[in-house]
């Protein structure tokens, strides 16, 4: 009798497990479903840990970078030429407007803040110097000691100017002026390299940059 009911209830258990999809077969359709969400798991679980890592690395290279004397002075280098450039820049873009526009422009130098801020400025028919709009003005770092060699202003307004006509010439150049903006950075002259940044101004127009002790 025992054998015989285990030879009866075979077969139903397969019949079932093929109608529902709970027998073997079944389990090897279903057992894909749960894979996707553990390896979903373990690739957050990777992701995690390789930021981790990733801002362990950053860390590490960014104490390298300022404890190494060498790039320091490079990047101390570096920050002195962008300033710099940055004053040319605005010269030959005062230089453009003009040419473009037909008007005279000038670059201004201000401290009325206590802090040295330099502009492009046009000027309009009734003779009024107005600032143009879609160049923001910059000032020069603290760090940095600057000499303006420029003329002031004739409408009276402060600070140093360097006015260019329509054909490119300056305007109020004088002769007897260096008529240049030099940058000093004392921390890269103590080391022997060249600490200073000139930019001069022609009569004619022309621009030069240069580099000096």
Excluded: C
Aim: hydrophobic share 35%; aromatic share 10%; proline share 5%.
């Amino acid at each position: 009798m025992y054998a015989k009911r285990i030879y009866n209830e075979r077969p139903k258990e397969k019949r079932k497990g093929l109608r529902s999809g709970k027998g073997s077969q079944g389990a090897k359709i279903a057992a894909p479903s749960d894979r996707p969400v553990e390896a979903g798991v373990r690739m957050k679980e990777r992701g995690f840990t390789f930021i981790e890592a990733l801002v362990v690395v950053a860390i590490i290279g960014i104490l390298v970078l300022f404890s190494s004397p060498g790039i320091q002075n490079a990047l101390t280098v570096r920050s002195l030429e962008n300033e710099a450039r940055s004053v040319l820049t605005t010269f030959q873009q005062a230089k453009f407007q003009a040419a473009r526009v037909k008007l005279d422009h000038r670059v201004r130098f201000d401290d009325s803040s206590g802090r040295w801020a330099y502009f492009i400025e046009q000027e309009f028919t009734d003779g009024t110097w107005h600032e143009i709009p879609g160049f923001l003005r910059k000032s020069v770092r603290s760090r940095y000691a600057i000499t303006i060699n420029l003329p002031n202003p004739e409408d009276g307004a402060p600070g140093k100017t360097a006015v260019f006509s329509p054909f490119g010439s300056v305007v109020n150049y004088d002769p007897n002026l260096l008529f240049n903006i030099s940058l000093q950075d004392a921390r890269i002259t103590t080391k022997g390299q060249p600490g200073t940044r000139n930019i001069y101004v022609y009569g004619g127009g022309s621009i030069r940059y240069e580099k000096a002790s």
